[in-house]
């Protein structure tokens, strides 16, 4: 009797120390916090959630009063890339950058990321609950937990494709603590406009847009000047109209927005911002976007 109970403590241990091992080899956050300088990946799996990939770094000096950056990757899912980007960016400063993979065996297509998964692939509307969208809030806590960082607003990045999601995001959930967003080089956009079906436009979306609340959200919309190439642009007729190339659809995004924030009397807070020389790289677009986050 005596040897069993002496055996059960070591067993105990044994299947701790397994379970850590199985857990660190999955990416899980363990319960050391993150310390200023780290970088690393690891799964991120909410309830009832398909577990994503998030790749993170810290940057220096007091990480508790800064605040978290979400970084979200363009059509090739590339999020170690973005994430690299941005280890010398956050390097003098007190961010948290974390870009989460949505991969396209689990997250296929523009219905799934690009559009933020509020409708399936035949247009249906989708249970907010299943949004991509709704990964963003809990991540975001996860990354203040790990890192001690007390803001609970958090700055938000995307490119190419990752700028539509991120300009969708504003428009869609309206509630989401975000400070200060920018969206650079997207292909196609969700014009604020009443008048335009969904996806192109506001009408007969998934859920109504407030346009008011959109209109005084801190977004900038950042252009590089020499992104003009057509090849892998959105060619329909919906996208068509908006522009031949990402600038002039990123240029009327920013001027149909502005037009209706008039005709609306609201107050419009929306930047529209040209980076000289860059075309499709989301590498200087994001050392720009850090220049603006910084301010």
Known sequence: MRASLMRRPRLTWMVLL??????????????????????GSFVFAPPGR????????????????GRVVVVMHGTNR????????WVP???HRPWVVVAPEFARDDFPGVAAYNLGGMVDDSGEPVPQSAWTFSYLEPLVEQARAMSGVRERRFDLFGHSAGAQFVHRYLEFVPTAPVRRAVAANAGWYTE????????????????????????????TVLLGSDDVEEENLRQDAGASRQGP???DRGERFHQVASDEARD???PFRW???????????????SAAAAEILAR
């Not at 398909?50 to 009063?65: L, M, R």
């Not at 930047?271 to 677009?285: C, I, K, N």
């Open 18 to 39: 397994v379970t850590f091992a199985v857990s660190a080899a999955c990416g899980h956050p363990t319960d050391d916090p993150w310390e200023p300088g780290d970088t």
């Open 50 to 65: 398909t577990p994503i990939k998030v790749w993170y770094a810290v940057g220096s000096g007091d990480v508790a009063s």
């Open 78 to 85: 590339n999020a170690a890339d973005y994430r690299d980007s």
């Open 89 to 91: 960016l956050v390097r």
């Open 192 to 219: 604020p406009d009443p008048g335009v079906d969904f996806p192109y436009g506001v009408r007969d979306a998934p859920r109504p847009v407030d346009l008011p609340a959109l209109f005084a959200r801190d977004l």
């Open 245 to 247: 190339t990402r600038i």
């Open 264 to 266: 609306l009397d609201t």
């Open 271 to 285: 930047t529209l911002q040209v980076v000289p020389g860059v075309a499709h790289d989301h590498s200087p677009m």
